[in-house]
């Protein structure tokens, strides 16, 4: 079986070094010396001028000046961010490239507090839904900032964070944007969720590039083996293609991983409470069936809930791109 399957940034740390493989381009001032491009964009001219130079060769002057107007590669200093939600063994996250700056991602995990949402069983043991959604939210929460990516926890349990183990204890002590208790009803669940997420996204600058993710685990028969499927608004474009962007991707890497096995997820519109009152263009995801033996296997196995947080990841820096084209 293939192995696939705001709390935000408390503390911000540089490394002195950086890898010139991770760039993004800056384009010079008019008027504009040397070191002071270099200051602007945090490089210290005695220690970074030969490795700037070196990643540039060929751009400059013939006296070795930048040109004005002109775009150069500035090296990325590796930054660390301090994330106490995802646990103490995960809460350093080094921050490997840019790819995802200036976005903002809403990450849900389904259920939660009182609700455990569908429950299925291995090998005797209790398997609920909000568990398994939430680690897989944190995860792929790590992998957004991990690319430069402001997140948004909605869901929160302070004391789980992200768990290696193959069957996660289930409690009920999880928490709603910004620490609420979450209600036994579900109408009132819903609504405080989807609250917190239009109280998040007012506060984002207008043009910001800012999606919801919603995880969910599905409950069907036994016999019914389910691939990730996706649900957007019927008249949210954007959701749309972000759905679209993230069943490619799944796509592409079945095809790599399991060439014999065809990926049968799906893109659909439904009508669903999160998908239509909330601000940000979302995607609900279902990621398979928690009572399927096949399916269990996707998030029992630790390294198969890393593969798809690291896959819906890849999918969302997709969509970024194609947005940023326009």
């Known amino acids: 079986m293939l192995k696939f399957l705001s709390f935000i940034i408390i503390l911000t740390l540089s490394f002195h070094g950086f890898s010139q493989e991770n760039f993004k381009w800056v384009t010079v001032k008019k008027g504009e010396g040397f070191n002071a491009f270099l200051y602007r964009n945090q ?165 910001t590039y800012q999606r919801l993710i919603v995880l969910h685990l599905d409950s069907r028969s036994k016999s019914n083996r389910t691939d990730v499927y996706f649900y957007h608004h019927a008249k949210s474009s954007k959701g749309k293609k972000l759905a679209l962007a993230l069943q490619k991707k799944i796509k592409t890497k079945y095809a790599k991983h399991q060439p014999s096995r065809e990926y049968t997820g799906t893109v659909g519109a439904r009508k669903l409470y999160m998908l239509s009152t909330t601000t940000p263009p979302s995607v609900f995801a279902e990621l398979g069936n928690i009572n399927n033996y096949r399916d269990q296997i996707r998030f029992t196995r630790m390294d198969n809930r890393q593969a798809l947080a690291k896959w819906l990841c890849e999918g969302i820096v997709d969509d970024y791109k194609n947005e940023k084209k326009k």
């Open 43 to 207: 490089l210290n001219p005695s220690k970074h001028t030969s490795k700037f130079k070196a990643l540039n060769q060929g751009q400059f002057t013939k006296t070795g000046h930048l040109i004005a107007g002109k775009k150069y590669k500035v090296p990325l200093r590796y930054t660390l961010h301090s994330i106490p939600l995802l646990g103490k063994d995960h809460s350093r996250v080094k921050q490997i490239n840019n790819t995802l700056e200036g976005a903002v991602i809403h990450l849900v995990a389904g259920h939660g507090g009182p609700d455990p949402g569908a429950v299925g069983k291995v090998s005797g043991h209790k398997i609920c839904e909000d568990e398994y959604a939430y680690d897989i939210v944190l995860r792929l929460g790590k992998e957004l900032i991990s690319r430069g990516a402001k997140v948004h926890f909605i869901i929160r349990d302070y004391n789980d964070g992200i768990r290696d183990a193959a069957f996660l204890k289930p409690d009920k002590d999880e928490r709603c944007y910004p620490s609420q208790v979450i209600p036994q009803k579900q109408t009132p669940r819903l609504r405080q969720r989807a609250a917190a997420i239009n109280i998040l996204a007012r506060k984002e600058k207008s043009g």
